[in-house]
């Protein structure tokens, strides 16, 4: 069997397991990325979060050697909540991406990848493969584009024809030899609104992020948000949509035909309060499913606190108070600070100021003083 041949079954096997777009590239190294990359890391754009070896990163084969071909994969996810429960006072709500509504995409892109690389291997016995989804080496974005699924936007999302750029993507590399497809053409042209709607102007340019200004960045780290983010992260709990969701290509974009990305809305949009008190079993049962799960439960509190703090919600003064005091944890205590100092009134500045005289850590002490400034001018 050619490979004319294998790519036809593939493609019919891709298919016929679920997968919504399938591509093809060679293995060659990714020359231009490799710049790209240079440029991130020597201007401190780079989130951390990614293999930090270059080499690795565009060099294929590194991850396999004598490696061929990639085969590239993507599946759709809704962009649209159904009968979504409402944020109210007294009872207010924070969002998840729409990346991390239903189940945890990794591990379903990786079991389609795997049936995907069992069929090949039934094809071409002796066949060797690597499947990634995200965590790997490579850019999953940058096999992608190469491999004809979509093109790069300027918000450096994958958009394709048909999904807009509500996928998920993944990729085989494999010793066997496809024929490569021809890599989708530019269909941005002049477009900037994903530039301008950013909220923190962390898209600095055409195609290229500073993901430490990046508000899907900001939501995942766990320590102390700057200041200067706080105001921007509105109800934000994991990730951030505004780039899609102003898209011209992504207007009037829905697909739910993927059983596993089926959100929950009180899971996807819940109440802030009680996110507040859960512990870490609670957490993990409820949202342990969701990728948004994956840097635990501390980020979430800490940014439902900002929440509420941006809603001015004086019915949670009582929780933020119990933070404040109570918390075992600094980032937590002095961010219940900042939002206690937020929302203001004679409650919220009577335990700031009783917490100052109990608080050790410098860096809450910080947060307590520049609160008490903030409630005293409100």
């Excluded at 440029?39 to 270059?54: L, R, V």
């Excluded at 990728?291 to 501390?298: D, E």
Aim: glycine share 8%; aromatic share 6%; net charge neutral.
């Amino acid at each position: 069997m050619n490979g004319a041949e294998l790519k036809q079954k593939l493609m019919a096997k891709a298919k016929e397991i679920g997968i919504d777009k399938i591509g093809f590239t060679t293995a060659d190294p990714f020359i231009e990325l490799r710049e790209r990359l240079k440029e991130s890391q020597d201007k401190g754009y780079a989130s951390g979060f990614e293999e930090p070896d270059i080499e690795k990163r565009v060099r294929p084969e590194h991850s396999l050697p004598e490696a061929k071909s990639i085969i590239a994969i993507a599946l759709a996810y809704p962009s649209k909540l159904k009968n979504p429960p409402r944020s109210e006072p007294g009872a207010y709500r924070g969002i998840f991406c729409r990346a991390s509504w239903g189940e945890d995409y990794h591990h379903v892109l990786r079991e389609k990848l795997t049936l995907l690389a069992a069929y090949l291997q039934e094809l071409v016995p002796k066949a060797r493969t690597q499947v990634m989804v995200d965590t790997g080496a490579l850019s999953d974005r940058a096999v992608a584009e190469r491999a004809g699924i979509g093109w790069s936007g300027k918000n450096t999302s994958i958009i394709t024809e048909e999904f807009g750029s509500w996928v998920y993507l993944g990729e085989m590399i494999t010793d066997v030899y496809l024929p490569p497809d021809t890599p989708a053409t530019d269909g941005c042209g002049d477009c900037t609104i994903c530039i301008d709607a950013c909220p923190t102007g962390a898209i600095v340019q055409a195609g290229q992020l500073n993901a430490q200004a990046c508000i899907a960045y900001l939501t995942q780290t766990k320590g102390f948000l700057a200041e200067a983010y706080r105001t921007k992260l509105g109800n934000r709990l994991y990730g951030c949509d505004t780039c899609q969701t102003v898209c011209p290509k992504n207007r009037k974009i829905h697909f739910d035909h993927q059983a596993a990305f089926q959100p929950d809305p009180e899971k996807v949009k819940p109440l802030l309060k009680p996110l507040l008190h859960m512990s870490n079993r609670e957490f993990k049962e409820k949202y342990g499913q969701m990728s948004g799960s994956w840097r635990g439960k501390k980020p979430i509190q800490r940014n439902a606190i900002i929440a509420l703090g941006h809603f001015k919600d004086q019915t949670a003064i009582p929780d933020l108070i119990e933070l404040l005091m109570n918390d075992p944890r600094p980032v937590i205590r002095g961010t219940a600070a900042w939002a206690l100092g937020r929302i203001g009134g004679q409650a919220a500045e009577e335990a700031l100021r009783q917490a100052k005289g109990k608080e050790q850590a410098e860096e809450v002490l910080r947060e307590i003083d520049k609160a008490l400034d903030m409630a005293h001018a409100g």
